[in-house]
């Protein structure tokens, strides 16, 4: 409002109805049709930087890279073209299969307990307390950890001989375990890794979602005398539903994604490409990183980025069709019935 | 109230926050309070979460013989300036030009995609133009691909351009992001109301005289936000850094990789570099870390 009366004074606008500055014809005309260009014209100028920025960057070399996974491309050298001869190639590789396997596990060992775990967070941040700033920052601060200083810290926490896990596990009498060199162990490291960074993001998007859920409905439930459980899992879980929807997906995709952990966690060198002394937790990325930047295949490298894209798809549609299925199964009718109250 | 501390004492400004605040207070007073076992709940989480940034420090203030004992120390010790020298003089990992790199980096990053993305975001939410449905769909749809999948072209693109190993490779990919565009279109969509833009076509102003004097103070809450989010995102980008620079002229993302990467044996020294490529950003964290929780709590509402 301010604004506006600043601009009012600028540019005295033209009484309505009439065309302005009778006096001026020819320059209000010239004036006016800068000003329809300018309306015209201007929203293109607006988005352009950015698409044309996010085309050259992003668009361009995602569309590039199908185009080269049909070429025997090797960096710093030839380009002759190879039909599908770098995806035949992928899928006689073991390690591809392999990759694909611990992508997979990997995924689902850090993202199913991340979210029920989140779930439960939100929960019970949801409730009035003290210091819950300090409780909800604190959630944040993994999130703002970067994967590089997280992954070292733990390497360092999972240390087989004076990691502070195994003396802890010591304690209650469990053996040492060789998390860096085990197979189940190294991935349950990394599951870890991954679910400390990020549970508690996940939690505070539950806790908005849930703050937007309306409180008629808990005090309905409430008066109909049922517990904070059946509030729970009646009221909160229902009305949750596109927040849960989206934390998956973005869970998934992030899932299939995973590169920086098992590339520190394994200490460098050769272990580091491979995902571990004997690949045991070597992801796609981590793959197609080795193909790229060791082998120098670039073409074999794009083949594994279309791979892993198909994956995503097919995670994605895999997640939202199960949660479709999900709600095609009978309400139970105390649901049901609160919603039939706060209507 | 998340937004208070951006709050710059525009008109339209206080009218939206006034109105965002009975209805949180009275929501607030109806909610349950919490008993004891949330509490307990609550405070090992917390616990859990913030042990390792703790023993990062453990690490970092005893010497790699300290270190390999049974039982492992468990309080700080006294050699966390040595630890930091060491880290600091470790060739391999060049962490003071990475500090440095990283600042422009994110700095860059974060003024483009805010600006870029309150420019594009404005057009999108309040200008009506043909093809903009269309531009829109399509930059949501690619929100949802990875990006990791396009480094292989973007390599072989910032080869030919004789850019890798610089800082331009690694700010361009991010300097606008379709996230950005989003975060501010959802934010304009609601903050700005179309009479304000259209007074301002009345009186005369162009487009970019309206979106200077009208739309950006309207936008300062939601870009500081987004700002927060994005130099957040930039600091710690891992995979296209590492693939582009090298320790010559790393961020300090690269710098950390290559002091994790098995040249340097000894932890303690790991873990002070760990500390000092993480405190600029936990500093940043502690001072505004109300507003970032804010910030994402408030974008997933609105995403």
Redesign the interface.
């Known amino acids: 409002m301010t604004t506006s009366s600043s601009t009012h004074r600028l540019a005295p606008p033209p009484p309505p109805g009439r065309p302005a500055a009778s006096a001026r014809p020819e320059r209000s005309a010239w004036r006016q049709r800068l000003s329809r260009w300018d309306t015209k014209a201007s929203p293109y100028a607006f988005v352009s930087p950015f698409l044309l920025l996010f085309l050259g960057f992003g668009i361009f070399p995602l569309i590039y890279t199908a185009y080269m996974s049909l070429y025997n491309y090797r960096l710093g050298g030839t380009k002759t073209w190879a039909g599908l001869g770098n995806f035949t190639w992928l899928f006689q590789d073991q390690f591809f299969w392999n990759a694909l396997k611990n992508t997979v596990t990997l995924g689902i060992i850090s993202t199913v307990p991340q979210l029920l775990i989140a779930l439960g967070l939100a929960h019970v941040l949801n409730y009035q307390l003290r210091a819950r700033n300090f409780y909800r920052v604190t959630m944040l601060m993994p999130y703002a950890t970067s994967v590089a200083a997280a992954t070292l810290v733990f390497s360092q926490l999972f240390g087989r001989d004076y990691g502070l896990i195994n003396w802890m596990l010591g304690l209650v009498g469990v053996d040492h375990i060789d998390w860096q060199n085990g197979s189940w162990s190294g991935q349950v490291a990394i599951a870890i890794i991954v679910t400390w960074r990020w549970t508690g993001y996940n939690a505070l998007i539950y806790l908005a979602g849930m703050q937007s859920i309306s409180q008629d409905l808990y005090e309905a439930a409430a008066i109909d005398g049922a517990s904070r459980w059946r509030q729970f899992t009646n009221v909160t879980l229902p009305g949750l539903r596109p927040t849960i929807l989206f934390t998956i997906v973005v869970s998934t995709i992030g899932a299939t994604q995973l590169f920086g952990e098992p590339y520190l966690f394994s200490g460098g060198g050769q272990q580091a490409y491979n995902g571990g002394a004997s690949h045991q937790y070597q992801t796609l990325s981590l793959y197609m990183y080795q193909q790229g930047w060791q082998y120098l295949q670039l073409g074999r490298a794009a083949a594994v980025a279309w791979a892993t894209l198909l994956l995503v798809v097919v995670f994605v549609v895999l997640n939202l069709t199960i949660a479709r299925m999900r709600d095609r199964t009978p309400k139970i009718p105390a649901t049901a019935a609160v919603e039939e109250v706060a209507r | 109230m998340t937004m208070s501390p951006v709050r710059t004492g ?3 400004q206080h009218a939206t926050s006034d109105s965002r605040a009975p209805r949180r207070k009275s ?2 007073g ?6 004891w076992p ?2 307990v ?2 405070v090992i ?2 616990i ?3 042990a ?2 703790y ?2 420090i453990v ?1 970092a203030s005893r010497s790699n013989a300290q ?6 120390p468990l309080i700080p010790g006294g050699e966390l300036w040595s630890n930091f020298a060491a880290a600091w003089n470790t060739p391999q990992a060049n962490i003071p030009k990475a500090l440095v790199n990283s600042l422009m980096v994110s700095t860059t990053v974060t003024v483009g995609t805010v600006f ?2 309150t ?2 975001g ?3 939410a309040k ?3 043909t093809g ?1 449905n269309a ?1 829109f769909g399509f ?1 949501i749809g ?1 929100m ?14 910032m080869a030919n351009l004789h850019w890798t190993d610089q800082l331009q490779s690694v700010i ?2 991010t ?4 996230f950005g ?1 989003f975060f501010m279109r959802q934010a304009l969509v609601e903050a700005l109301p179309d009479e ?1 833009v259209e ?13 200077w ?2 739309v950006l ?1 309207i936008a300062r809450p939601a870009m500081a936000v987004l700002a927060m989010l994005t130099f ?1 995102t930039s ?2 980008d ?2 296209w850094p590492i ?1 582009a620079l090298t320790s010559n002229n790393p961020t ?2 690269v710098a ?2 290559n ?5 340097v044996p000894d ?1 303690s020294i ?2 002070a570099g ?1 500390l000092l ?2 405190l600029p ?2 500093v940043i ?1 502690l001072f505004l ?2 507003q ?2 804010g910030g ?3 974008g ?2 609105k ?1």
């Open positions: 525009h008109g339209a929501r607030a109806r909610q349950m309070a919490a008993r949330s509490y709940v609550l989480t917390a859990a979460f913030i390792p940034f023993y990062t690490i270190m390999n004992q049974v039982p492992p870029f993305g420019l594009a404005f057009a999108f200008l009506r133009f903009r531009l930059t690619t949802m691909i990875p990006p990791t999948l396009g480094v292989i072209p973007l390599y072989i693109l361009l990919p300097v606008v992001t379709a565009v304000l007074a301002g076509r009345v009186d005369g102003a162009s487009a970019f005289r309206i979106f004097s009208i103070p957040m600091w710690n891992f995979f693939i300090v993302q950390l990789n002091l994790g990467g098995g040249y932890h790991i873990m760990t490529c993480t950003l936990i964290f870390g109300r970032i929780v994402i709590m408030q997933a509402v995403g």
